[in-house]
């Protein structure tokens, strides 16, 4: 019998992933993975394309057989369950409707399947979760891409699982109804409170939608956490990169001065806190967001480290913030963020600057790494 | 094949029937279990006949279905079949491959129409294109006997207008019989060039009048490139049957317009099982030589 | 004038269209009218008075009608079993990877390459050289159609299932279907349009096939083979009477399915 997920037989508990691994022929896809995601939270799996997120999420519905490593659900051990006997449901990529059913009998499945006689109440009831009521005896393909959306997440949502999995659920959708089906994906899961594995290349879409990101690149995790942790303390450049931008000044590590490291960046000499350091000496890239950049008057007195002074190459005005391109005295260009507050006037292309930033806002990463990876990739923002 | 080189983790507390704990076996028996009945039936009624058939194509010539036959590697059944047979088998060639050309001439526009002019009429057009499968082939080509008949109005009008001599006539001609294989192969030619036509995006041909090509050269340049397999499977599809058709040949023809198949035909009518396997066999290597290099050169290997 | 042009252009594609279409209808139109014609001498095969007799007694005609049933006979068998065997081959060949998958694809697509005198012969070959020349007739020609029908049953099936996407069974499964259930209730009714062409496609070459039957038939005759034997001798009218039937038969099935269709679409 499938643990029945109606009544919740066996306790909710986390989804864990031991070790999980996936192979086709020579290829490792997902590559011993390690996570956890605790019941009840808004999880997101982000990375680009082709990074292992679907061959993940379709190990924990069942859908592949993973090549070594564990899918565990609370207490159970469900890495060889099969998929309909999984209290998991999924949200596919371009949905999966089927085509041959009505939207009624498309929501009504699941729970046919488990054995329910009478469906007529609970597939209403989620019909009008999701704002369908009057679309019950239409075909998928009478439907428009946000309404297929929602039929897809309501025939999942009704079977009450323990983890809904969501495989780029909003791809499909125009940038309009995607902002607005993020905000009703995030209220449905606030009401209904349970676990969402959410899938995404859209960092963007994961920030404001996550309570915890899971960041994943080449088939591994790179960094776990709370969307502000992953801004603001990037463990790794290809996650500075991915989420948000980010300047990475090759510098090297001089020592320790208190809680303080001191650094040589490009001959300037600055000081962070050791706690943001992923390194604690030899060479490193030293990382500051655009927005914490700050640029002066030269000569202007200022508080915070000093990268010297800078020429301005590029300036691109967006309305809220104006974007500076700088080039510093090393060579290097940097990308500087300044809010609209009118307080000071804009400056123009050739201006010299004075480029500073506080230490509390950088973040040191290990040099081996490649300083542009995630640049390119595929993220939508 | 999966193969699990991490223990798979034993666990108390499975699912009640236990069967999450260990991998799943794949079966790949299901698949021959699905195959095997139909897979047998050809290999067993398709082709052993074949291997039977050159078996037959060497016997002893002098044996009869009385005497049955020996097998004595008589290589030399291809050659007096070649040597008496040979003109109907250069005059069956060249009536389909003309029947064939026709087929494409006349298909051509009309699977053209209906994949981009008929609009809403597309669908029915596609019914009218099979419904003449529906009359019995044999029927059908009855019905052009008639037509073709000494005193039909086609003779009459051919003759008005000084297309054929007086006395002339058209049924039991050549012409006759190749006008019998192209009606009745045309739908076979007109129905694949409809489904590659009508895969072509039709943004394709605007962007092709878009960048200064006339209607003329975005068809030489796009469309019928991008048809070809569909020719490519046209032309093979009227061919092939023509090739070894017989009926159009009897029906419409005389004794002067034989073509291979009726050759065949009557060799086993009156039991020349060697002579007649020898025939077949030679009819049969000659098509899968000619679809492969005609493949091969269209580049359209897929097809298969 | 260029206006001009254009709409020749235009039309004359489809002009020339409406022509061919026209031409595959010349011999139809004269099947339906010797199906009421009474010929002037029993020999003539020529168009001359109006009758409707041949309507009335279709099965005048000696052999006609246990021809048809015959033909019905085959058809439906045939049509079953390649049908069935068809079906589990395209499913086995686009769901299951397995060795051999090469081997068999040229194994299915040689019958559809074969002239149909070459498959004939050779089974009749077969059959003559393990002692069933005595026994030709109707279960070697079902044989035979259902030989012949098979492959381009494995073809439609493919084609449709190919087009299907198997994510819908593992959504299904997400969704607590078994195995079993997912094929039945949703495999399964979105492959049937594809298995109901594919069965008519078959009953249709196995209801017109001659020349392989000629080959297998032995004493049993089917309706092509009736026809065949009259066309040596007189030709009598009423082979009009069951081509212009069936021609009827098939366009009304065709156009009210596409109605139904049409209608079902309209409704939602
Ligand atoms: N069935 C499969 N066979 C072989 N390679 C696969 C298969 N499924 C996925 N892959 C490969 O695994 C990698 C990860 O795929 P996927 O998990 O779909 O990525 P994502 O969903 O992150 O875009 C890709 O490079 C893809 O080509
Ligand atoms: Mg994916």
């Known amino acids: 019998m499938p643990a029945d997920p109606v009544s919740g037989a066996p306790p909710p508990g986390d989804l864990q992933l031991l070790s999980l691994t996936k192979r086709f022929g020579e290829f490792t896809a997902v590559d011993d993975l390690d996570l956890v995601v605790p019941a009840g939270s808004f999880f997101a799996l982000l990375g680009p394309s082709g990074c292992g997120k679907t061959t993940t999420l379709r190990m924990v519905a069942g859908l592949e057989v993973p090549t070594t490593g564990e899918v565990r659900l609370g207490e159970q051990d469900i890495t060889w369950a099969k998929p309909y006997k999984r209290p998991v449901n999924t949200v596919f990529q371009s949905y999966a409707l089927f085509p041959h059913l009505t939207v009624y009998e498309n929501v009504a499945f699941g729970l046919r399947r488990q054995g329910r006689k009478e469906v007529t109440e609970p597939v209403r009831d989620m019909l009008r979760l999701v704002e369908l009521e009057s679309f019950g005896a239409r ?4 439907l428009s891409g946000g309404q297929q959306q929602r039929v897809a997440l309501a025939r999942a949502l009704i079977n009450q699982p323990q983890v809904l999995l969501l495989d780029e659920p909003l791809g499909a959708l125009d940038l309009k109804l995607r902002r607005q089906m993020q905000i009703e994906l995030k209220s449905i899961q606030g009401e209904v409170g349970t676990t969402f594995v959410h899938v995404t290349h859209d960092q963007e879409e994961a920030m404001t939608m996550a309570d915890t990101i899971a960041v994943m690149h080449r088939g591994v995790i790179e960094q776990m956490g709370s969307p502000a942790e992953l801004y603001e303390s990037p463990r790794t450049t290809f996650v500075a990169n991915f989420l948000g931008q980010s ?83 090393w060579g290097q260009e940097l990308m500087a963020f300044e809010q609209n507050t009118g307080a ?17 806002h950088a973040f040191l990463l290990d040099h081996d790494q490649d300083a542009r990876a995630g640049v390119d990739e595929d993220s939508a923002a | 094949m999966t193969s699990s080189a991490g223990a798979p983790s034993v666990a108390p507390e499975l699912a009640p029937d236990g069967d999450a704990s260990s991998p799943p076996r794949r079966r790949r028996s299901s698949a021959w279990f699905l195959l095997l009945p139909g897979a047998l039936w050809l290999v067993a009624f398709f082709l052993t006949p074949m291997v039977q058939l050159v078996a037959t194509s060497l016997y002893d010539p002098s044996g009869s279905e009385e005497t049955g036959y020996a097998m004595t590697w008589a290589w030399g059944n291809y050659v007096d079949a070649l040597d008496f047979y040979l003109e109907p088998f250069v005059r069956g060639f060249a009536y389909s491959a003309i029947a064939t050309a026709l087929c494409l001439v006349i298909g051509y526009p009309l699977a053209y129409a209906i994949a981009f002019k008929a609009g809403r009429w597309k669908n029915l057009m596609l ?41 002339g006539r058209l049924l039991a001609t050549g012409f006759a019989v190749v006008a019998g294989l192209t ?10 060039l409809y489904v590659s036509l009508e895969k072509i995006d039709h943004r394709l041909i605007e962007a092709a009048g878009d960048l200064y090509s006339s209607p003329a050269q975005g068809f030489r340049k796009v469309t019928l490139p991008l048809s070809m397999p569909g020719v490519v499977a046209g032309t093979l599809l009227t061919f092939i049957p023509s090739a070894g058709d017989f009926i159009n040949a009897q029906l419409l023809g005389d004794t002067t317009t034989q073509m291979i198949g009726n050759v065949i035909e009557s060799r086993f009518e009156v039991g020349d099982y060697p002579a007649a396997a020898a025939l077949s066999v030679t009819l049969m290597v000659l098509i899968v030589a000619m679809v492969a290099i005609y493949i091969r050169r269209a580049g359209t290997e897929e097809l298969l | 004038m260029i206006r001009l042009g254009r709409w020749v252009s235009d039309h004359a594609i489809m002009a020339i269209g409406a022509v061919v ?15 009421f014609n009474r010929p002037a001498s029993r020999s003539a095969y020529t168009l001359d008075a109006f009758t409707l007799d041949n309507w009335l007694h279709p099965c005048e005609p000696e052999g006609l009608c246990s021809s048809l049933v015959t033909s019905m006979q085959i058809g439906l068998l045939a049509t079953f079993a390649s049908t069935v065997l068809g079906t589990l081959m395209a499913f086995a060949l686009v769901r299951h990877s397995f060795r051999g998958r090469a081997a068999t694809n040229v194994v299915i697509f040689l019958p559809m390459a074969s002239p149909e005198v070459v498959m004939g012969a050779s089974l009749l070959a077969l059959f003559v050289s393990v002692g069933f020349g005595g026994v030709l007739g109707f279960w070697t020609i079902l044989v035979a159609h259902i030989m012949f029908c098979l492959s381009f049953v494995v073809v439609t099936v493919r084609a449709r299932l190919q087009g299907m996407d198997s994510r819908l069974e593992q959504a299904a499964m997400d969704l607590y279907a078994t195995e079993a259930q997912a094929f039945w209730r949703v495999t399964f009714p979105l492959v049937f349009p594809g298995i109901l062409s594919a069965a008519l496609l078959a009953f249709a070459l196995s209801f017109d096939d001659f020349i392989i039957t000629n080959f297998n038939s032995g004493q049993t005759t089917t309706f092509p083979m009736f026809v065949w034997g009259a066309a040596q001798r007189d030709v009598p009218m009423q082979i009009n009477v069951v081509g212009t039937a069936m021609f009827a038969l098939a366009v009304v099935a065709v156009l009210s399915g596409e109605m139904l269709r049409r209608r079902r679409e309209r409704v939602q």
């Open chain 1, 139 to 142: 075909k998928p393909a009478q």
């Open chain 2, 183 to 192: 009606y009745n192969f045309l739908p076979f030619m007109v129905l694949p």
């Open chain 2, 127 to 167: 019914v009218l294109v099979i419904a003449p499968f529906f009359t019995s082939f044999l029927v059908r080509t009855l019905a052009w006997k008639l037509i073709l008949s000494d005193n039909g109005f086609v003779v009459g009008i051919a003759k008005t207008l000084g297309l054929i001599a007086d006395d």
């Open chain 3, 21 to 35: 279409l026209a031409y595959m209808f010349v011999p139809i139109v004269i099947v339906v009218l010797m199906s």
């Open chain 1, 247 to 329: 300047n990475l000044v090759p510098c090297a590590i001089n020592g320790r001065d208190g809680g303080d490291l001191v650094i040589d960046a490009q001959g300037a000499l600055v000081r962070m806190p050791a706690e943001r350091a992923q390194v604690h000496q030899g060479k490193a890239w030293l990382g500051v967001r655009p927005e914490k950049i700050i640029l002066g008057s030269p000569g202007e007195d200022l508080p915070g480290n000093s990268l010297g002074e800078a020429r301005i190459v590029d300036v691109s005005f967006v309305g809220v913030s104006t974007q500076y391109l700088v080039r510093t005295s």
């Open chain 1, 344 to 360: 000071r006037p804009l400056m123009r292309a050739g201006d010299q600057v004075h480029v500073r930033f506080a230490g509390a």
